[in-house]
């Protein structure tokens, strides 16, 4: 759990240093293994930095996430102000009992009904989601926007507040749910709404959550609507320089 939970489609990179009494130093090369889910015989595609790793008759969906990984990568790298994009692994589940034996245990802010389609690790540049949902690529290229956000705010990631990583991630995201944009008029509507700072994190009821979603993606959709896409940049860098998001 936290820091120290490994997800799935993680590489580890490893050598070996052999050493004998006269002092002499053998090493190998530096090599890497993937750390993958062992209850599956995995399969993958690859396309430009991106790799999906997928199991049984679902690669014509493991293609569909790559596509729409890929055409976020290219809409967020101005957005962010990202020159290069290192490899990032997608690890796809095909039903929710599959995935969430591969995630670490939910937040206990969180109810347990609010079902995670998909969760990245910007650190370790992996991306888990399910693939049969409808709205597949739109949970695809959500999650891979948090890997972009994390290129982007550096050392500085820890200090994106939630509402901005996720107003981010579901600005790239291409395929983007009504749900959360009727959530949002429902909270304007019965007076829920709560200040940016109460949404640092998320936590609550799972509509708590929703609302807190589409409120985000209004903010940020707002924000480069009235700036543009390279205030977002400037913002990340300014972050990086401040460590604190009220200065940047």
Known sequence: SGGSF??????????????????????????????????????????????????????????????????????????????????????AYNNSRHMSSALPPKPAAIAEDLITEGQAWPDKRVVLVMAFPADVEGI????????????????????VPTWLNEGLAEYGNQTPSRSYEQALRYAIFTRKLKPLWFLNTFSGEPNDVIIAYGQSSSVVEFMIGQFGTGKIAELMIELQNTLGIDDA
């Open 6 to 91: 490994i997800p799935p489609g993680t590489p580890f990179h490893y050598m070996i240093e052999v050493f004998d009494d006269a002092g002499a130093i053998l090493r190998t090369d530096e090599k890497q293994v993937l750390y993958m889910d062992t209850r599956f015989e995995w399969s993958s595609v690859t396309k430009n930095q991106v790799t999906v790793h997928y199991y049984g008759p679902t690669e014509s969906r493991a293609k569909t996430i790559l596509e729409a990984s890929n055409k976020t990568i290219e809409h967020m790298k101005d957005v962010l102000g990202i020159q290069y994009v290192d490899p990032i692994n997608v690890v």
């Open 140 to 159: 695809g290229s959500h999650e891979i926007t948090h890997v972009l956000v994390g290129d982007a705010a550096g050392i500085a990631y820890p200090m």
